[in-house]
């Protein structure tokens, strides 16, 4: 397998990461707006954003709660067919 450098990491993320920096900024300025005093529009009035990051965040959690099983169970079933490789070559 050719090993490739470590920028294609990068290049391959450069979407959500570009996403997450505009979010990011629009954040950033929006609350150095809302500091100096300035008429911002209030965006969420009724803690939309906040349940919507408790959903979330319970989601992720069963999906990794998941594959860490699932992790789980590929490791418990290489160490039994080693265990049984080495069970052979011990009768041997």
């Not at 391959?12 to 008429?39: C, D, Q, R, S, Y």
């Not at 906040?50 to 992790?71: E, G, P």
């Not at 265990?83 to 041997?92: E, H, L, P, T, Y």
Request: aromatic residues 10%; charged residues 20%; hydrophobic residues 55%.
């Amino acid at each position: 397998m050719a090993r490739r450098p470590p920028s294609h990491i990068l290049w391959n993320i450069k979407w959500p990461l570009l996403v997450i920096m505009l979010v990011t900024a629009a954040v950033a300025v929006w609350e150095h707006f809302a500091l100096a005093g300035e008429v911002v529009p209030e965006i969420d009035r009724e803690n939309m954003l906040r349940d919507l990051f408790r959903l979330v965040n319970f989601a992720m959690s069963l999906l990794l709660a998941f594959r860490v099983q699932r992790s789980y169970d590929r490791w418990k079933d290489a160490r039994q067919s080693i265990a049984s490789v080495v069970g052979v070559c011990k009768q041997a």
